[in-house]
């Protein structure tokens, strides 16, 4: 595997179920960011991870839970959502450091319909 | 806040050239642009870091403008590969460390034979 990978692609969830999104990269990056895009609405930074410490959290609603066990690995954990939280979540992944700015590398989402 | 770009959509002939601007009320440190074409993922296309430069990507360019808080992109000779939305981004704070990026609302860019 290459680049960003996320899973599952495609989630369908009940507002009292809980699941988890996973993203991987294989960059050797240093920082891994949680976006969610939902339709007609630009992207939006939920959580933002450096060096496995957590140094955003954009008042994300509690029912999203972020956890990064270590640089290449980042969960979102999402428990009793609602209707409105479907929506497209992409996670992406950049260097880190003073030498920047780095880009961002995306994975290519989850797409969560909450019913 | 986050930044304004326009226009919202386009069309364009192949071969035809488009402008998308991208406008901050906040000061710039540097400009990011994505492109994401239908069901993938935003894709890097470039970073501007000082005013008035201009960089390239085949044949997508684009400009800084640090006094006037704007960024431009240029696509010039489309091609039917352009087609997707394009989105600037503005980083907070200066260079270094991670990127907290506050995208615009995007420009949806559709070129036709």
């Known amino acids: 595997e290459t680049g ?32 969610k895009q939902s339709a007609k609405k630009p ?10 410490e957590q140094t955003e959290n954009n008042s994300v609603p509690s029912r999203f839970s972020p956890e990064c066990p270590n640089s290449s690995h980042l969960f979102l954990h999402l428990h009793t959502l609602q209707p409105e939280d479907s929506a497209l979540y992409l996670c992406a992944s950049s260097h880190s450091g003073l030498a920047g700015p780095y880009e961002q590398y995306f994975g290519p989402g989850t797409r969560l319909t909450v019913t | 806040q986050q930044p304004v770009q326009s226009p919202q959509a386009v069309i364009l002939r192949e071969g035809e ?4 601007n991208c406008s901050s009320s906040k000061a710039l440190y540097s400009v990011h ?9 935003p894709v890097f ?18 400009s800084f403008n640090e006094k006037k808080q704007q960024s431009s992109l240029y696509l010039t000779a489309s091609q039917l590969s352009y087609s997707g939305t394009y989105f600037c981004g ?5 260079f270094g460390g991670y990127q907290k990026v506050t995208f615009g609302t995007g420009t949806k860019l559709q070129v036709i034979p």
């Not at chain 2, 503005?90 to 200066?94: E, H, I, M, V």
Request: charged share 20%.
């Open chain 2, 45 to 62: 296309l470039m970073i501007l870091l000082k005013g008035g430069e201009q960089k390239g990507h085949d044949k997508i360019s684009a």
């Open chain 2, 90 to 94: 503005t980083p907070k704070g200066s």
């Open chain 1, 43 to 52: 992207l939006e930074l939920m959580f933002v991870y450096n060096f496995k």
């Open chain 1, 4 to 35: 960003v990978t996320q899973t599952p692609r495609h989630l369908v969830m009940g507002m009292t179920n809980k699941k988890s999104l996973k993203c991987e990269q294989h960059l050797g990056h240093n920082a891994m960011y949680w976006y």
């Open chain 2, 17 to 20: 050239d488009a402008v998308i």
């Open chain 2, 33 to 41: 642009w994505y492109r994401q074409k239908h069901g993938e993922a």
